[in-house]
């Protein structure tokens, strides 16, 4: 009697669990096709990712750049005529692409729409052009990430910080730590849209202060600086200035886009 008991319950318990999977697998498929997965550059279907295969393959095609700064470059030299001429405190910058469409697009999007599903596509693409670029090995070597800060009144106004929504996913897909509480801006600078290079500098100059805790040390870190945009390189300059006095032993930059400066920034 025991027996046949057991034997009907456990009848309805593969009963039941039969049809919460079928209702479970109907359910996603009705909410699939009334909520078809668009790619989020060309609005086209993207098989239930944020970007279709042909975006992915023209975004992470390889560009012409300086090996140094990231910056594009019209010839197949490997070096700029600026980085052949100074020194940088930053290993080298490795940019994703140029500041273009649809980069510029979805950084946009990200900074000034609150759309932080681009952030989440913009770091999936970033973290797949490093690992095109490194070996694992090579990416085990940095011992922290840190997100460029912004000043608090800015973050307030944002309710977000960009380069660490961005820096938050390179984390969890890298597992490489992050630097969080000890670096921050103290200074509220302008806007650098539209500073020439001297007055960028000047804008960025004792920006950033750092808190030491006795928890963490930064005396012979390799740090990974992680920012949307680089133009001149003031901000990351200004970031470097800072860590080298604190004993970091090499700075890289990771960013999404770097961009020239327009004729009339230059000057």
């Known amino acids: 009697m025991y027996r046949l008991l057991y034997t009907h319950c456990l009848l309805l318990l593969v009963r039941e669990i039969i049809i919460f999977h079928f209702i ?36 992470l095609t390889q560009r012409q750049y300086c090996l140094h700064c990231a910056l594009a470059l019209p010839t197949s030299s490997d070096y700029c005529g600026d980085c052949l001429t100074k020194d940088h405190l930053f290993e080298h910058i490795h940019a994703l692409g140029d ?55 800015k973050l307030r106004q944002r309710g977000f910080n960009q380069a660490q929504i961005i820096c938050d996913s390179l984390h969890q897909q890298l597992g490489i730590p992050m630097l969080t509480k000890q670096i921050s801006r103290c200074k509220q600078t302008l806007p650098q849209e539209g500073l020439s290079i001297k007055r960028r500098e ?47 032993n090499s700075i890289t930059v990771f960013c999404i886009s770097r961009t020239p400066l327009s004729r009339n920034e230059v000057k």
């Open 202 to 248: 000047l804008n960025l100059r004792a920006a950033f202060t750092y808190k030491e805790t006795p928890t963490q040390t930064l005396t012979g870190k390799n740090i990974a600086i992680i920012d949307d945009v680089v133009t001149t390189g003031a901000t990351v300059n200004s970031l470097c200035k800072l860590l080298k006095k604190r004993g970091v």
């Open 24 to 59: 479970a697998h109907h359910s996603m498929r009705l909410i699939e096709s009334l909520l078809p997965a668009q790619c989020l550059v060309c609005a086209l279907p993207s098989n239930n990712k944020l970007i279709c295969q042909y975006c992915e393959k023209k975004i």
């Open 99 to 153: 500041y273009s469409k649809p980069l510029s697009t979805l950084i946009k999007q990200l900074k000034y729409q609150q759309q932080l599903v681009a952030g989440e596509l913009l770091a999936s693409l970033l973290k797949t052009s490093l690992e095109l670029r490194y070996t694992q090995e090579q990416l085990l070597q940095f011992d922290l990430l840190l997100a460029v800060p912004l000043h608090a009144k």
